[in-house]
């Protein structure tokens, strides 16, 4: 059941998916394993239409006694779900606890940075990003979020450095379009061939 129910969401068709994981749950003898796997992807299935469900089927999964490392998908999922919600201070709790548990992956310092920042703690947001860059440093991504916490932190030739980075990597990563767009949009809020100022 978790596996065919994560190939229908792979496959957009969550409509069809969430019966079949339902009763999957319901079987006798489900392993706590194969119980997280078939939550996680309920709350995948719920989570475009009915996000309190969604978040209700990540907390029952990290509810499970697993080693923090193999429940890392809940705890990343459920802290981006809150923070959609509002809930930042859950949010960076189980963020900050993904990132103890597994500090070599890059997306939940990314995620941090993002929940920092939205906090309005700009520092702590820098160095979540200065964390995820040093895991991956061609995540155009993150250059772009770090541009905008630096902006917002008053850097502004640092915000050009990183919105510069940023465009470079979507270029030679075959993103001509994507880079464009950031070009334009980082042009109208800082110029992006002025000099560093002394």
């Known amino acids: 059941s978790a596996k065919l129910g994560g190939l229908l969401i792979s496959e957009g068709k969550h409509d069809q998916a969430i019966p079949l994981l339902r009763q999957g749950l319901e079987q006798q003898g489900v392993q706590d394993a194969e119980r997280y796997e078939l939550l996680v992807h309920l709350a995948l299935a719920l989570s475009p239409n009915d996000s309190i469900g969604a978040v209700a089927a990540y907390r029952q999964a990290l509810a499970i006694d697993l080693d923090p ?31 103890q548990a597994a500090p070599e992956v890059a997306l939940s310092w990314t995620n941090l940075g993002l929940m920092q ?67 334009d949009k980082a042009q109208s809020i800082v110029k992006l061939e002025a000099k560093p100022a002394l």
């Open 69 to 99: 490392r193999l429940s890392l998908g809940a705890r990343i999922n459920l802290a981006a779900r809150l923070m959609e919600q509002g809930d930042l201070d859950e949010a960076i709790q189980l963020t900050q606890a993904a990132t």
């Open 117 to 183: 920042r939205r906090r309005g703690d700009i520092a702590a947001a820098l160095a979540a990003y200065s964390q995820a860059i040093a895991l991956d440093p061609n995540n155009a991504s993150c250059h772009q979020n770090r541009a905008v916490a630096l902006l917002l932190g008053g850097d502004i030739d640092g915000a050009r450095s990183a919105f510069r980075t940023a465009i470079t990597l979507l270029d030679t990563q075959g993103r001509p379009a994507e880079a464009q767009a950031l070009r």
